[in-house]
């Protein structure tokens, strides 16, 4: 299976670059998986294709404001700093621009000094390994002093920082919001438990990796990055249960589908458990536990699109892009959604 078997031709002018005023305006292109038939609608009529005793899952991660800018203590050079991977209460992998700028022993300060970081090592790809020292609590430093790491596509500001988190946001831990869920207000989400449909919760905390490009001719030999995910007890017995039941499990996400699709066993049922996952789901995957998808439009030949051509057909996702890019749909994070069916 080769990479260009999923490109598309988007126009740069449809990616969006900023979100609407409100979650739920946003339009909706419904794609039934086994008729290929398309439909199109707005976000909150979601609820018409939703039934009683189904179960969206949803995932709950936070988005750290995790971009800093600062300068080197001794020379005062400008240095971009992203945090990355946690390995201590206050150590992290972190990707600093320009890597030439963070040699082991150098510091960067913060906020006048409110923080300071210290480049500990270099790790295999360029990452640094950095340590910080600060007083106070470092997440109430970091959301004064941080910014949100927008996706490389998003080249205008974003003024307000909870535009880019789900309205259930919780546990922080991501690079990158779980961009499915950012349709949803906390009004939809009570309409939704309110006609019957259960919202379960899982964590699966979004790496930068999620961005990054398929670069092998033949898809198989990407290399997927690792994520962390945690499911509770409750949270699994209310999909199982929906299971049991004979309802549907609909993944708000790719990233709520890899975490299902990593812990279900071959008869759907999962269990309570944490850990990394770098599953990579492509056409000729059989899916255990997701029935249907909520999702945004995805980069072309990249692992999402993927993803979403395994659950409903390439040929029918490559057609319902088409269609999309016609009708100037918004494109990637803040733009519009799909729902598969």
Not at 23 to 43: A, P, Y
Not at 60 to 75: F, H, N, S
Not at 255 to 278: H, M, P
Request: proline share 4%; with cysteine.
């Amino acid at each position: 299976m080769k990479k260009q078997d999923f490109y598309f031709e988007l126009p740069q002018e449809l990616i969006a670059q900023h979100p609407l005023k409100n979650r739920d305006c946003s339009r909706l292109l419904v794609l039934n998986k086994q008729t290929g038939d398309i439909e199109h609608k707005t976000f909150r009529d979601i609820l018409q294709y939703l039934k009683k005793g189904d179960c969206i899952v949803i995932n709950d991660t936070k988005v750290l404001p995790a971009r800093l800018i600062g300068e080197k203590k001794d020379t005062g050079a400008k240095v971009e700093l992203l945090l990355l991977t946690r390995k201590d209460i206050n150590t992290w992998e972190t990707l600093v621009k320009p890597g030439k700028k963070a040699k082991p022993g150098d510091k960067i300060i913060f906020g006048n000094g409110k923080l300071e970081a210290e480049i500990l090592e270099i790790i295999e790809g360029g990452n640094r390994i950095v340590k910080f020292h600060y007083d106070g609590v470092f997440e109430e430093i970091l959301d004064e002093l941080g910014e949100m790491p927008l996706p490389p596509y998003i080249t205008q500001r974003l003024e307000d920082k909870n535009r880019y988190q789900t309205v259930y946001a919780k546990q922080q831990g991501s690079a990158a919001a779980p961009t499915a869920g950012l349709h949803f207000t906390p009004e939809l989400l009570n309409e939704i438990q309110q006609k019957g449909i259960s919202i379960a919760h899982l964590t699966l905390h979004v790496g930068l990796g999620t961005f990054r490009p398929v670069k092998e001719e033949n898809i198989l030999d990407h290399k997927m990055h690792s994520e962390y995910y945690i499911i509770e007890q409750e949270q699994a017995e209310i999909i199982n249960q929906t299971k049991k039941s004979g309802g549907r499990i609909i993944a708000v996400g790719t990233t709520s589908t890899r975490t299902l699709e990593s812990i279900a066993d071959e008869n759907g049922f999962v269990k309570a458990s944490n850990g990394w996952t770098n599953i990579f789901i492509y056409p000729g995957y059989h899916f255990k536990t997701v029935d249907c998808l909520i999702t945004n439009f995805h980069l072309p030949e990249s692992t999402l699109i993927m993803l979403v051509s395994a659950l409903a057909g390439k040929q029918n996702v490559l057609h319902a892009y088409d269609i999309a890019v016609q009708q100037k749909y918004r494109f990637f994070s803040f733009g519009d959604a799909m729902l598969i069916i």
